[in-house]
């Protein structure tokens, strides 16, 4: 409506006083369409949370009349007697908690080596079109479906263990820890990869203009800078491991057990869910006992992912 | 250090560089003097800077650089190829733009060019506190840093940083130091004080310093080469080129004329 002039400072009018002035309170579309887009963005961002609580709240509700009634905190974690359909039901997880302890403790041991050399190789020595296919193909292997991996648990995996060592099971821990391994490994090349990309060049240059051959600069210099970031990789595999259900409940063999060797079977408490949730009565002490089950889970697994998560905020405010 | 060498620290013969297919140097000869500070100047562009990364090969991080011709330190062809990069880089100090400490404490900064090189020989705590005590009193830091040396470096300010980028060189004991445009990032109190450490270090090792600052190099510097376009236009004594250059383009340049 008017042309500023720099120069003098004034503002050319195109028409009265009073027609400007009436125009200040006018609303265009543009105005519409960014309230509008505010309130989504909004409800989008508000619903994460929303969703989330209602989860725990749902899930403590239906284990807390088992909490707040038949649980026995002596039993829960110290005794492997999960007998919820006995004539005098027992309710001891810890077998169930030491088999997903087990089968992650293995799973780690085979990922971390991979996903982290992965990432080493991605991030620092491939080069151009090499690194950009190998990227794609992590990320391609993060989205293989988990009952895929369990069905080569279940089919390749089993003959070849019983096989190699000549043992009379294939499904056990050692055969679930591996495919979980694999499993977990491309999301920990991907984080992994994504802080050794943060750390800065100059680092790099500096230590190469001083002599350090690739694998000093790396060791030295590239790893210790991006160690908060390689940490927070690691717990969020071993959430990924903790949270699994179908492959781990396909290759682990699925028998309550105390393991004493990689050669056991033993049931993870995810697939104890999985596999029982559909045979109980809703509300019923058997369907209330798996939920406390899942509140366990919940709770642990949302602790590794928050330390991860602070980890990660670590490295931002350095 | 520089009385038993070489007179010449670096010849080149016939650079030529290529970014690609972008020729960045041109028939380059130059032969710089052993102990003494040397300082180029030139427009941005003009390959100054090129020039100081091909000397101590760190050119060649980028992958996509090419070289014909011959570069000469204490009169081992760096180029050749049984010659050892890591060996080159022992030789060759380098200094940068903005000052890059490692994110390690002050003490493992100074130490790391040191313990890359004695390889599996052991070295006493005391031994190198020894090294880091002498390194940083040469760039004239110890007195300030003395107190907290296990304190990240980059805590330091620019000034104390871009010194201690200095120090951390010294233990791995170069012959040619390579500073590119080493008090840019620094106000003019740090450059002052950098200057004054960069003098200190002269006789002791062989300095080429590249600068954008004409006063820096007319103060600092006992010869001065002129680049302009990728082309070396004139290498004389620092006096004589900002009393009386020889070529025109250098005169233009040096009283403002473009740049």
Redesign the interface.
Known sequence: MGVWNFRSGTLAMSGSPQDLGAQLDRRDLAWFVDKAVQALVFLGGVSAIVFILGIFVFITKEGFGFIAGRFDIVEFFGSTRWRPTSEQPTYGALALIVGTASVTGLAMLVAVPFSLGAAIYIGEFA?GRTREVLKILVELLAAIPSVVWGFIGLSIMNPLIIRLFDVPVGLNVLNSGFILGLMAAPIMTTIAEDSLKAVPD????????????RW?VIR??VI??ARNGLVAAVLLGVGRGFGETMAVLMASGHSINLPTSVFDSVRALTATIAAELGETAVGSEHYRALFTLGIFLFVVTFIINLTADLVIRGIRKK | MASAGPARAIVTRKLNLWYGTFQALFDVDLAVRAGIITSMIGPSGCGKSTFLRSI?R?NE?L?YVRTTGSIEVMERDVYAPEVEL??V??LV??V?Q?P?????SIRDNIL??HR??RGSQKVTRSREDEILESALTQVLLWDTVKDHLDRPAVDLSLEEQQKL?IA??LP?KPTVLLMDEPCSALDPKGTEAVEELIWELRGDYTILIVTHNMAQARRASEECIFMLLGRVIEHTATEDMFVAPVRQETADYIEGRYG
């Open positions: 080069q100059t680092y790099r240059e500096a230590a190469e203009a001083l002599g350090a051959t000093q030295r210099v210790p800078a | 101590n760190i991080r992958g890591l060996q880089r022992k100090g380098m940068f903005r890059n400490p490692l994110p390690l790391f060019g890359l090189h980028c951390r060189l791995v």
